[in-house]
């Protein structure tokens, strides 16, 4: 499976952004799936899960100004991103996980740049 993430862009602080995740190749349906980042100098992070029903995960970073959401019969992951802040200019991920998060992560997209800059 690949995917392929989307809709990162600039944006001033309090800003708005959508990213959207497609995986094309296979169905993951069945599969947990995450958004996660990586800003310059720093290890990677989790942003938020959603498992194979929906029901989203959030870091605390992310808790209140995130919405996680799928479309599983368009193959698709979401992240609403609102309330943007400096701190969350990063690259950001989406990616797959064997079957359930607890068992990793197996399949990462290329990422997509986010930068919250005045």
């Known amino acids: 499976v690949q995917l392929q993430a989307s809709g990162g862009g600039s944006v001033e602080p309090g800003g708005t952004l959508r990213l959207t995740c497609t995986a094309f190749g296979s169905f993951v349906s069945i599969n947990d799936l995450g958004w996660y980042r990586q800003a310059p100098g720093k290890q990677r992070e989790l942003v938020a899960t959603?498992?194979?029903?929906?029901?989203?995960k959030y870091a605390d970073a992310a808790k209140g100004r995130f919405t996680i959401s799928r479309d599983n019969d368009k193959n698709t992951l979401f992240l609403q991103m609102n309330s943007l802040k400096s701190e969350d200019t990063a690259t950001y991920y989406c990616?797959?996980?064997?079957?359930?998060?607890?068992?990793?992560?197996?399949?990462w997209g290329k990422g997509t740049q986010v930068t919250v800059s005045s």
């Open positions: 990616a797959k996980a064997r079957k359930r998060v607890i068992y990793g992560m197996d399949n």
């Open positions: 959603a498992n194979l029903y929906g029901r989203p």
